[in-house]
């Protein structure tokens, strides 16, 4: 079952488990996809951040960017001052959360 951070609500928020680390991204706006991220290192503490596309596997089918699937990678740009891009390694199964 995918995710369209689009159509989710403010507050809500998401787990996404990869192979490495697990990361949560709580919504504050879902217009823009802002939120804050917390996670394993290298995001240890709530961080400001955006979500910015999901990498598809290759071969599956076409979907939106902000449509997060199993099997996807995260996008986000993280920060407020010193920006960093952060791409999840693939997600394996299935995402947690509030939806």
Known sequence: MGIRLT???ASEEITIRTQVRDYSFRVLDHDDCRGILTGDKPVTDQQEA???EAIHPENCEM???TQLEPGDRAVFL???DNIKKLTTSP???SFGGAF
Do not use: H
Request: positive net charge.
């Open 50 to 52: 955006m979500f910015v």
């Open 7 to 9: 159509e989710m609500n």
């Open 91 to 93: 997600s394996p199964k």
């Open 78 to 80: 993280v920060g407020r």
């Open 63 to 65: 979907r939106a960017l």
